[in-house]
């Protein structure tokens, strides 16, 4: 299939912009539920939606670079100012992660797919 990276990334960050909209709009219910969403997750969102973009194919190099500034931005369009460096920095990390877990989790099923092959 052609340009299954782009349509992998499209996903990524329509389900990032979910998440995004969904912590800015937790301002509303409080202190709590905010900082739960910020540091719990939207980072966890990251982490999710990276290994699921790299394993639909987008590369693992850009599957971790859009959680963080989507979530910053969804913020930015909802209240007109950033949420706190701290969450938007962990859910990149946490998306760095999530990328690297994805790669690992193709080269694995690969790497038994060949197994099997040389077994027969």
């Known amino acids: ?3 299954r990276w782009l ?3 499209a996903l990524q960050v329509v ?4 998440v995004g909209l969904l912590t800015a709009l937790a301002e509303g219910a409080g202190a709590l539920p905010r900082a739960l969403m ?3 997750v939207a980072p966890l969102a ?4 990276s290994c699921r973009a790299v394993g639909r ?3 693992n190099y850009l599957a971790w670079l859009a959680p963080a500034p989507i979530l910053y931005g969804t913020n930015l369009l909802v209240w007109g100012y950033a949420p706190p460096a701290g969450p938007a ?5 946490t998306s760095l992660v999530g990328a690297a877990a994805g790669q690992v989790l ?7 797919t060949t197994a099997r092959r040389r077994r027969r």
């Open 1 to 3: 299939m052609k340009h």
């Open 7 to 9: 349509r992998a990334l």
């Open 15 to 18: 389900e990032m912009a979910v």
């Open 38 to 40: 910020l540091w719990g």
């Open 46 to 49: 990251g982490l999710v939606t």
């Open 57 to 59: 194919g987008l590369n």
């Open 89 to 93: 920095l962990l859910t990149a990390f």
């Open 106 to 112: 193709i080269q694995r099923k690969s790497d038994s």
